[in-house]
Each structure stands twice: as structure tokens, then as C-alpha cells.
Antibody, heavy 125, light 104 residues
Framework: EVHLVESGGGLVQPGGSLRLSCAAS????????MNWVRQAPGKGLEWISY????????YYENSVKGRFTISRDNARDSLYLQMNSLRDEDTAVYYC??????????????????WGQGTLVTVSS | VLTQSPATLSLSPGERATLSCRAS??????LAWYQQKPGQALRLLIY???NRATGISGRFSGSGSGTDFTLTISSLEPEDFAVYYC????????FGQGTRLEMK
């Protein structure tokens, strides 16, 4: 059974940093592209970053470009999101989400097929 | 941009639910539907506009192509009351704002 478990969330001051992790199990992690998606309190879903299985392709949503860095360690079956220069508007639940198996490296038109339960990041002074 | 309607849908168990997702430009059939319940991981219901994901009940069906899509729940069960989102990855990546399906 596929499991994605996020961790690393918490309370941080504006301008601070935080590193999120997503531990994967139940599938061959290195073969799948992964994503981070966030949801501000009471709001909808927002995709923020993508990384291909080999880490060759990496994409960011404009509002986090230059501040957030996505990475992965296939030996540890783990996905990461390094978040720097955090702002109030980054307050959200952060989810890791898997691309479906039919997707190749670098692009995918299909919806994410597996999600974690999320970790809450609160940016506040 | 994806626009979902209605924002809230109030129905009773056993009734039929029809949720809409409209794209500002054609996304072909590259649209997915998700169910979100508090404290649970999002669940993929429909991919490629009309294909049910593994393990999804046959009472869920998706239709549409181009700019207009529909998620239909044929006969509501108590566990179906949740928030539903559509997603496209044809033009960047965007979600609809969600439809809350509440019990009347």
C-alpha cells in the first residue's frame, strides 16, 4: 500500500526558514515524479513545485520561485521542500503528491494519484 | 483557470449530485476530480475526465472535454459529503476553487 507522510511543519517567523520532508513507502519511489501542493486555511489547493524521478526536471510556481527548493533522496525514499524567506501568505497545509505511473519525466497531463495527509506551516510573528 | 459550480451543493442521501468544472481554455480530456475530507488525504476519483481511479465506486462518473466537465454522483451515500476539486495540467497546473457537498 502506498503511503506518503509529511513532516517538518510548524510555527516560524516571517523571513524564517523551514524544511519539509515527505517519506514514501509502498512503491518504487525513484520511478515517480513528485509534487508539493499547499492549501491555505479555508482556501483551495495550489500546486507549488515538481521534481522528476531522476531530479533532472524541476519546476516551481512563480510565487515561490527563488525562495523554495525542492529535492529528493531516492536512496531514502524521501522528498523535501526547503522553504526560505517565508511570508505570512505561505501559511498553509503542505501536501506531497505523486504523479501517476503513466507519466514520464518532465511532463504529465494526468492528475496526481496519491497524496499525503499534509503538514501545517504557520508563518507568524 | 478552472471555475467550479456551485460553490455549495445541499442534497440528501440517495439524491443525484452534479458538479461542474469549466476551464477558461481547452484542456482536452486532461482533467481530474478529487474528494477531500477533513484530516484525510485527498483521494483521486476520476482521471482523464471520465476514467474512474482504482477502487472508486461506480456511483462516481465523470464526463466532458474541452472546457466543460461534470462529476456526477448517482446516488449519494453519507460518506460522499465532502469537498470536491477539479485539476488540470494542460496549461500550467491549476485547481478549481472547490464545491462543498453538504447534507441537507
Amino acid at each position: 500500500e502506498v503511503h506518503l507522510v509529511e513532516s517538518g511543519g510548524g510555527l516560524v517567523q516571517p523571513g524564517g526558514s523551514l524544511r519539509l520532508s515527505c517519506a514514501a513507502s509502498g512503491f518504487s519511489f525513484s520511478r515517480y515524479s513528485m509534487n508539493w501542493v499547499r492549501q491555505a486555511p479555508g482556501k483551495g489547493l495550489e500546486w507549488i513545485s515538481y521534481i522528476s524521478g531522476s531530479s533532472r526536471f524541476i519546476y516551481y510556481e512563480n510565487s515561490v520561485k527563488g525562495r523554495f527548493t525542492i529535492s529528493r533522496d531516492n536512496a531514502r525514499d524521501s522528498l523535501y521542500l526547503q522553504m526560505n524567506s517565508l511570508r505570512d501568505e505561505d501559511t498553509a497545509v503542505y501536501y506531497c503528491a505523486r504523479d501517476p505511473p503513466q507519466c514520464g519525466e518532465g511532463s504529465c497531463l494526468s492528475g496526481f494519484d496519491q497524496w499525503g495527509q499534509g503538514t501545517l506551516v504557520t508563518v507568524s510573528s | 483557470v478552472l471555475t467550479q459550480s456551485p460553490a455549495t451543493l445541499s442534497l440528501s442521501p440517495g439524491e443525484r449530485a452534479t458538479l461542474s468544472c469549466r476551464a477558461s481554455q481547452s484542456v482536452s480530456s486532461d482533467l481530474a476530480w478529487y474528494q477531500q475530507k477533513p484530516g484525510q488525504a485527498l483521494r483521486l476519483l476520476i482521471y482523464d475526465a471520465s476514467n474512474r481511479a482504482t477502487g472508486i465506486s461506480g456511483r462516481f462518473s465523470g464526463s466532458g472535454s474541452g472546457t466543460d466537465f461534470t462529476l456526477t454522483i448517482s446516488s449519494l451515500e453519507p460518506e460522499d459529503f465532502a469537498v470536491y476539486y477539479c485539476l488540470q495540467r494542460k496549461v500550467s497546473i491549476s485547481f478549481g476553487q472547490g464545491t462543498r457537498l453538504e447534507m441537507k
